[in-house]
């Protein structure tokens, strides 16, 4: 770890830089541990996303999509979509390594990390499937920001690397950061273009998701995530309206309002508030001069031109800020 490239990050933690992607030193702590200890097995479903993108959401999604019903039992009444769906990355820091073993199939488990940095037994096709999510890099900064107003302490906590700065930057200081790509596990575009290509090559292992697709269309978004992971909804299902219902339960307004999201902490200490603000698109323009918007949506243009992947500033119905097109793969880069 002491070779690698090290810089501040936004938020304000050391990062190294490797294979590509500025990483926390925690996470590259644990990075080895957690693919020698994880297990994959053919029946997982592992959501992954970019910090900031939709994690919280698509777990809730995911996890009352394998479950029969929305009713006052329903475990999201009780508990952080977070503590429902634990995140690979922990795998490492367990001391036995076992805490996701005793999960019966099919396991539902999330990650932060790049698809090149995923356990080998996930991306050789022998260790289930993945649910990516991606969400306009301008609106993932933005709702970053705020995000850390409200955990700085337990970030540095968690963070280990006693680099970690406890001044919290001014909001161009943040940009600056995060257009150069340092940002957890960013930089963001290549993080997305990664699980694009995958998703692309193995269309049956990776589903790509927009946020903003989900926004616009959350009972389709939904729909399309369970026949992919294999618990398609049933005609009696559809006719009593579990599609909507758990829609309803996943919503930000639901799960904002619970007394656990409003008082309570994630089993990492993050306060537990903290996971649900505003979920809207383009919220980034309080902050963001057009200027600034216009140099970040050129940094991703630039990173990304010729690869399959474009985000484009669209308006569709002000909800659709990507376009895609195919073009030369990321190894040719
Ligand atoms: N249920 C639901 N529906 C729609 N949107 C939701 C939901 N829950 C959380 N959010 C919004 O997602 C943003 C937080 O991103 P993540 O969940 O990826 O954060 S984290 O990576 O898990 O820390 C953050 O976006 P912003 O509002 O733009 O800050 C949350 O408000």
Known sequence: MSSLPTAPGFPPLRLRRYAGFWL??????????????????????????????????????????HLPSTGADHPLHRNNPHDLVGFLELAGEDDDGLIYEGIPSPRLLAAHLPYSLLPH?????????????????????????????????????????????????????????????QSMAGPQWRHALEYWEASRLSPDQVLFLRYEDMLRDPEGSLRKMAVFMGCPFSPEEEETGVVRDIVELCSLG???????????????????????????????SSCMTPAMAARLDGI??????????????????????????????????
């Not at 080895?32 to 777990?59: E, I, M, N, Q, Y």
């Not at 656990?260 to 980034?284: C, I, P, Q, Y």
């Not at 031109?305 to 073009?327: C, I, N, Q, R, W």
Request: overall charge positive.
């Open 121 to 181: 037994g996930i991306t050789d096709g022998s260790g289930g499937r993945i649910v990516y999510v991606c969400r306009d890099p301008k609106d993932t900064l933005f709702s970053f920001w705020h995000f850390h107003e409200k955990t700085t302490a337990t970030l540095q906590r968690m963070a280990d690397d006693g680099g970690a700065s406890s001044a919290m930057p001014t909001f161009e200081e943040a940009f600056e950061l995060f257009c150069k790509g």
């Open 254 to 284: 639901m799960l904002k309002g619970l007394e656990v999201n409003r008082s309570g902490r994630t089993m990492l200490g993050l306060k537990n508030e903290a996971f649900f603000r505003n979920g809207t698109v383009g919220d980034w």
């Open 300 to 333: 991703v243009a630039e990173a990304l031109e010729g690869s399959m992947l474009f985000f484009l500033k669209e308006k569709v119905d002000h909800v659709l800020p990507y376009a895609f097109k195919t073009g030369r793969s990321l190894s040719d880069q």
């Open 24 to 65: 926390t030193d925690r996470t590259l702590k644990f990075l080895g541990a957690s693919h020698a200890r994880f297990s994959p097995r053919p029946t997982d479903v592992l959501l992954v996303s970019f910090p900031k993108t939709g994690t919280t959401w698509l777990k809730a999604l995911a996890f009352s999509a």
